[in-house]
C-alpha cells in the first residue's frame, strides 16, 4: 500500500505520475516537528537502503547524506553529495517500509549519524510530499514504489555492448585509431565515445570540423565495422556572438535569468556560459530538437554531462576572490591568510552559494534555482529523449546522463560520475546499484578502469571482471591519465576474454535488464531480499543477486588471489577464464574462501538453476541471441525475453520463450 503526505506547499517533481490524492490520516511511522524535522527511531538491528547514488555501503546507516546534486569529483568516504539526489529509502527492520521523499532542493538524511539510533530527514523548506510504501517484502515495496514513478528507460541493445571512452581524443584519426587497435586485438566492441574535445570550442551541437572534416561520412566508416559513436552533450550553452544556440536561447528567453533579469552567467568548460531553463517546457524543446544536429550525422547516443549544473565559477565570485586574495598577499603572507586563500580558490568550484543566484521561469513565476536545483540534469536528459522520441520516434536511441532525480530513469542511464582508479571505487559501484535500482535506474556502470588517476593492468583486469555484469559497459579516463584501453596492456589475451565472456552473457543480462524494466524489479538485489530468514545474508556488502539466476562477489583488492564469499543456499561456483575454458564446481550454503587467479572471472549460478550463453562476437550486430546454450545445472530452464533491440515499441517484438 502506498499513501501520500503533502506538506505546505511543494513544487511538482514530476518523479511520480501516478495520480494519488492524499491520505487522510497523519503520516506514520516518523514523528515530525515544527522545523520540519522527520525522525524515525532505529532499532539495534534495522537495516536503511536506498538513496540511490550515494557514497558508503549497501545498508546506509552511521553517515549524513545529503540530496544535492554535485559535481564532485571526490568519492571518497566523507563525501555527502555526488550528482544525483535520489530520495528513497527502505527499512528493514521490526517494521519494514519504504519511504519517498518528493522534494526538489537540498535534502538532509542523517541516518544515524548524530545519533545512532535516530534517523532524521529534513527538506531546506517543510514543503514537500512524503510517500510511505508498506508491502509483504522488500520487494513488493520497491515494486509498488517503481509502479508509481513509471517504467525505466530501455536502451537500444547495442548499449549493453562494451564501449571504450577518454577525454583526450581529439581527432577522427584518434578514434580511428582506437577502433582499428580494438579489431586487430580480437576484442568486440560496440561504440567508441567523443568527449567535449570533438566540438568546436566546447560548443553544443558543434562539430570542430578540423578535427572532424566529416562526421557523417566517418560516423558511417565507424557503423559499418558496428561501431556506433557516442558524443557528449554539457548543459553549459557557450556565450558567443552568431553561435545559433546561443543566440537563440538569449532571443527566446530560454536561459536562466539572474535577479536582475539578465541572462545567468557561469563558467564551465566553453568558458562562460549561460544554462538553458530545462524546466520551461519550450526551452525543453527547443534545446531537444538541437540533438538532430548530430542524429542527421548519423549519431544514435549520447551522453549529457555537467548537468547539476556543474558550475567551474561566477564572474563575481571570482572578481570578489581574486580582490580578497589581493589583500591577503599584499603583504607577508602567513600560514592562516595561506590556508583563507587556498580555502578561497578551491570554494569557487560547485559553490552552493552561485544557486541561489539563478531562475527558472515556472509558468510566469521566477522560481530560485536553489529551490529546484535537483530537477535540472533530469531535465535536460527529458528533453533530449521528447526530442529523439519526435525524431526517430521508431527506434530507441542510447542515452545516458551525469546528474538525476527520480523521474529521469523513465528517460534515459546514468553513469556514476568521476570514480578514480582505485581499487575501493570497484566496490563503491557495485554498492550504489541496489539503490540506483531501487529508484528505477537500471541503465547504469561506471567507469570502468577509473575516470582520475592512474590505473594498472591488474586493476583493469579485477574491474572488468565486475562490470561485465553492468548494462552500461564502459572503459573511460580522464585527460592526462595513464591510457587504458586494453590493448595498452600487457596481457590483451585476458583482457579479451573478459569482453568476450561479457558478449556471451549480453542474451542473459539484457533479458533480465528487460524482465527487471516490465515488471518495475530489481536487476540486482542485495542477498537478503531473496534470503529474508537468513541473518547472515543481511550482513553481505559485496556481493549481489543478479537477476534471479545469478551472484556475483566480485574481487576488489590489490593482488588478492580470491576471496571469502557467503552462499545463503548451495550454488554452482563459475571459474572462467574463457567462454571455453571454465570450470565448475557446486558448493554448499556457507562460507568459503574461492581462489581466483587474476585472469579468472568467478561467479555463482543459484541452485538448480541456469542461464543462456551465447557465443561471443565481434559486436552485438554479430551476436546470435538465438543460439544459446545452457550454462548451470542440468536439466533447468530459462524463461528468455528477447526483442529486436531497436524498435521503440518494444513490446511488439518481445518474445519470451522457455529455454
Ligand atoms: C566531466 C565528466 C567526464 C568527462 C569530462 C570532460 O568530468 O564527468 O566524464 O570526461 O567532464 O568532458
Avoid at 171 to 194: F, H
Avoid at 300 to 321: H, Q, S, V
Avoid at 367 to 374: A, G, I, Q, R, T
Wanted: charged share 25%; with cysteine; glycine share 8%.
Amino acid at each position: 500500500m502506498i499513501q501520500k503526505y503533502v506538506f505546505g506547499t511543494p513544487f511538482p517533481t514530476d518523479a511520480v505520475v501516478m495520480n494519488m490524492e492524499p491520505a487522510k490520516d497523519s503520516l506514520p511511522f516518523f514523528t515530525v516537528d515544527e522545523q520540519g524535522r522527520f525522525t524515525y527511531a532505529l532499532a539495534e538491528d534495522d537495516i536503511v537502503y536506498g538513496l540511490g547514488e550515494q557514497i558508503r555501503g549497501i545498508n546506509k546507516r552511521g553517515w549524513q547524506y545529503v540530496s544535492w546534486n554535485y559535481d564532485n569529483p571526490n568519492h571518497h568516504e566523507d563525501a555527502r553529495s555526488l550528482y544525483g539526489a535520489h530520495n528513497f529509502i527502505l527499512i528493514r527492520g521490526a517494521v519494514t517500509f519504504g519511504a519517498f521523499f518528493d522534494y526538489a532542493g537540498k535534502m538532509t538524511f542523517d541516518i544515524g549519524y548524530t545519533n545512532r539510533s535516530q534517523m532524521t530527514i529534513q527538506a531546506a523548506k517543510n514543503d514537500l510530499v512524503v510517500y510511505i510504501i508498506t508491502g509483504e517484502t522488500e520487494k513488493d515495496i520497491v515494486k509498488q514504489f517503481r509502479q508509481i514513478i513509471g517504467r525505466s528507460y530501455i536502451p537500444p541493445l547495442w548499449a549493453f555492448g562494451y564501449g571504450q571512452s577518454r577525454w583526450g581524443y581529439k581527432t577522427e584519426q584518434d578514434i580511428r585509431t582506437v577502433a582499428e587497435k580494438y579489431k586487430a586485438a580480437g576484442i568486440p566492441i560496440d561504440s567508441i565515445y567523443l568527449d567535449i574535445d570533438y566540438m568546436e570550442r566546447y560548443k553544443d551541437f558543434t562539430v570542430d570540423t578540423e578535427r572532424f572534416p566529416n562526421l557523417k561520412k566517418f560516423s558511417e566508416e565507424m557503423q559499418a565495422q558496428g561501431i556506433h559513436l557516442v558524443p557528449i552533450i554539457d548543459a553549459g550553452v557557450k556565450i558567443e556572438k552568431d553561435y545559433d544556440v546561443y543566440e537563440e536561447g538569449v532571443e527566446k528567453n530560454y536561459f536562466c535569468k539572474n535577479a536582475e533579469g539578465g541572462d545567468f552567467v557561469g563558467a564551465v568548460w566553453p568558458g562562460r556560459v549561460h544554462f538553458p531553463d530545462f524546466l520551461q517546457p519550450e526551452a525543453r524543446a527547443w534545446f531537444g530538437k538541437k540533438y538532430s544536429v548530430l542524429t542527421e550525422q548519423g549519431i544514435d547516443g549520447f551522453w549529457n554531462d555537467m548537468n547539476e549544473p556543474a558550475i567551474f565559477y561566477t564572474e563575481d565570485r571570482l572578481a570578489n576572490t581574486c580582490a580578497e586574495i589581493e589583500k591577503l598577499t599584499s603583504g607577508n603572507m602567513g600560514i592562516n591568510e595561506y590556508f583563507a586563500f587556498t580555502g578561497m580558490v578551491a570554494g569557487l568550484n560547485g559553490n552552493i552559494g552561485d544557486y541561489d543566484k539563478f531562475y527558472h521561469n515556472v509558468d510566469g513565476k521566477m522560481v530560485k534555482h536553489s529551490e529546484v536545483h535537483n530537477l535540472y540534469g533530469m531535465n535536460m536528459t527529458r528533453s533530449a529523449f521528447e526530442a529523439l522520441q519526435k525524431i526517430s520516434p521508431d527506434k530507441r536511441t542510447l542515452f545516458f546522463s551525469r546528474s538525476s532525480y527520480i523521474g529521469a530513469h523513465r528517460y534515459g542511464g546514468i553513469w556514476q560520475g568521476d570514480n578514480k582508479s582505485w581499487w575501493s571505487h570497484i566496490l563503491q559501484s557495485m554498492q550504489q546499484l541496489p539503490a540506483l535500482n531501487m529508484a528505477g535506474f537500471l541503465f547504469t556502470g561506471c567507469d570502468t578502469g577509473g575516470f582520475g588517476c592512474d590505473t594498472t593492468e591488474d586493476l583493469v583486469l579485477r574491474w572488468l571482471q565486475y562490470s561485465l555484469f553492468t548494462p552500461l559497459f564502459r572503459n573511460h579516463a580522464a585527460d592526462g591519465t595513464r591510457e587504458q584501453e586494453l590493448y595498452q596492456f600487457e596481457n590483451v589475451q585476458a583482457t579479451g576474454e573478459m569482453i568476450r565472456i561479457r558478449y556471451s552473457l549480453i542474451p542473459y543480462l539484457y533479458s533480465e535488464f528487460l524482465k527487471a524494466a516490465l515488471h518495475d524489479e530489481m536487476m540486482f538485489k542485495p542477498l537478503v531480499f531473496d534470503f529474508p530468514e537468513d541473518d547472515m545474508a543481511k550482513q553481505v556488502e559485496d556481493q549481489l543477486l543478479l537477476g534471479n539466476e545469478l551472484m556475483i562477489a566480485p574481487i576488489y583488492k590489490q593482488n588478492a588471489q580470491g576471496r571469502y564469499v557467503y552462499l545463503p543456499e548451495e550454488m554452482m561456483l563459475v571459474r572462467m577464464r574463457s567462454c571455453e575454458d571454465y570450470e565448475t564446481e557446486v558448493l554448499p550454503k556457507g562460507h568459503h574462501y574461492v581462489a581466483a587467479a587474476l585472469d579468472e572471472l568467478v561467479f555463482f549460478i543459484r541452485n538448480q538453476k541456469a542461464i543462456p550463453f551465447a557465443k561471443a562476437a565481434e559486436n552485438t550486430a554479430e551476436l546470435d541471441m538465438h543460439a544459446l546454450t545452457m550454462l548451470g545445472y542440468p536439466d533447468c530452464s530459462y524463461e528468455l525475453y528477447v526483442d529486436d533491440g531497436i524498435s521503440s515499441d518494444m513490446e511488439n517484438s518481445l518474445k519470451v520463450s522457455m529455454l
